[in-house]
């Protein structure tokens, strides 16, 4: 039922029901759904609702009068604050059926298509320190816990930590980070204590003053780290921070550092540069090695993206006289990964940069039957591209979370390439694609993989076969 406090209105021992688009949970009161956040399918709840639409409702817990069998104790000390891991509270076998229940229902209610059987999600090896980069933001006014508030301590407001979820200008400082393996938190704790010890000006979000901006922390399969510093000014201490960092871990095989006095933290337009060590550091997938620079995309979960990709190489099922076009390619991972087994491999990718990573990846590793072209795809991959090239026997797309462009899909549709194995992280575009390419192509293959533990986040992957 429902009963309205003040001018708030709370909806009173609701139970949860399963998990919905984007990992809020779902529940139905007086047949209206209402999605809500930081809940477990199973607890039942007051909630108070914070948005309604005609169509559903949008709630927040305020009161749990049963907590689901499914639950476990969330194991870090940010969960319910901090914007990541939101899925801590569930086991981890749960997570993964309801991942792949996303994937099934996306694919059914969207793309309304014919499906084969859709095998078991592959989930992670690692559910904890899987990933490979961290992007921390300094700020000189951090938000402040409850705890906190209610000290009535003086606090230090300087943080180093993440962006609250909604909140541009707000940061919460962290302590310890389950994302990434050591000594990505000494890194952290030992640049943000460094920083407060010699008065550094931590960066104002909102006045856009101050000098730290932003760390950058990745690190690959061969243990090999990279540290960026993101300052807003050019001062002569910044040297004295970064050879405070060299000295400190001389485990860092790239330290490097951006001067960025824009009003937004990103650096691909920025010349950064080398303070210690290589501009790179080396991640390696049976035998092959890519170089990744502090610009270079690189999937964040090293293990599982070999999973993921040795899925996309087992749909293409290439028996070495095969030309293949790897669109979006990005860096060129795919395109060498699967190269080996291919007689030629063609990557297309609007990022110039990541294009010329590519090339560099090709030639390290002596592979030398590649091809990789910088373009918007919708623009670049049109008949004169076509014209130019042979025609493919068979596609492998991994376009971002949007999809692919209408242009694109209709590309693909007048090309026929025997096959299309469509790798997606959003189930739902995904399913979108499908069903545009389904006056030509038929699903015969549908494969989740898990790269992102404790999230909601799935991959996908599919083959596509052209109708006889």
């Given amino acids: 039922m429902a009963k309205y406090r003040g001018k708030q209105k709370i909806l009173e021992q609701v139970k949860i029901e399963g998990i919905a688009a984007e990992g809020k949970c779902i529940a139905r009161v007086n047949e209206q759904v209402v999605f809500i956040e930081k809940v477990a399918p199973g607890d039942v709840v007051d909630v108070r609702i914070t948005r309604k639409k005609p169509n559903f409702i949008e709630a927040t817990p305020v009161k749990f009068h049963t907590y689901s069998e499914d639950r476990v104790e969330p194991f870090c000390q940010h969960f319910g604050t901090c914007g990541g891991c939101k899925w801590q509270h569930i086991p981890y076998d749960i997570q993964l059926k309801y991942k792949h229940q996303q994937v099934v229902d996306n694919l059914e209610r969207i793309a309304k298509i014919d499906l084969p059987e859709i095998s078991t999600i592959r989930g992670s090896e690692n559910i904890r320190f899987y990933r490979n980069k961290l992007e921390y933001t300094f700020s000189n006014w951090r938000w402040l816990t409850r705890d906190e508030i209610e000290s009535g301590d003086e606090i230090d407001r300087r943080g180093l930590g993440f962006h609250i979820p909604g909140s541009f200008d707000k940061v919460l400082d962290i302590d310890n980070c389950y994302h990434q393996p050591d000594p990505s938190n000494a890194i952290r704790n030992a640049v943000k204590d460094y920083c407060r010890e010699n008065d550094f000006p931590f960066y104002d979000l909102k006045k856009k003053t101050g000098s730290l901006r932003n760390l950058v922390v990745r690190n690959s399969v061969k243990n090999e780290w ?6 807003a000014l050019e001062e002569d201490r910044n040297l004295d921070l970064l050879e405070f960092v060299k000295t400190k871990f001389p485990q860092i095989t790239s330290l490097q550092y951006v001067i960025n006095s824009k009003a937004n933290e990103t650096f691909h337009d920025l010349e950064v540069k080398v303070y210690h060590g290589e501009p790179y550091i080396t991640e390696e997938m049976e035998g092959i090695e890519f170089r990744v620079g502090p610009k ?3 999937q964040t979960n090293a293990a599982q993206a070999y999973e993921l990709y040795k899925v996309a190489r087992d749909f293409a099922d290439l028996q070495g006289n095969e030309v293949v076009f790897d669109l979006y390619t990005g860096t ?11 007689r030629k491999v063609i990557g297309l990718e609007y990022v110039e940069a990541a294009i010329e990573d590519a090339k560099v990846n090709s030639e390290i590793n002596g592979i030398t039957n590649t091809e990789f072209y910088a373009g918007d795809m919708k623009d670049s991959l049109d008949d004169d591209f076509l014209s130019r090239h042979e025609k493919p026997d068979i596609i492998i797309t991994d ?3 949007a999809g692919m462009h209408q242009d694109v899909v209709n590309m693909l549709l007048k090309i026929e390439a025997e096959k299309i194995v469509y790798v997606s992280c959003n189930p739902a575009t995904q399913a979108r694609d499908l069903a545009l390419l389904d006056i030509k192509y038929k699903v015969t293959k549908v494969q989740p993989v898990d790269m992102f533990p404790q999230t909601h986040h799935v991959e996908n992957v599919i083959l596509l076969e052209l109708k006889k």
């Fill in 226 to 231: 990279m540290v960026i510093v993101q300052f």
């Fill in 332 to 342: 060129g991972t795919i395109a060498n990964f699967v190269a080996k087994q291919a």
């Fill in 399 to 401: 376009p971002p979370r």
């Fill in 296 to 298: 270079s995309f690189y």
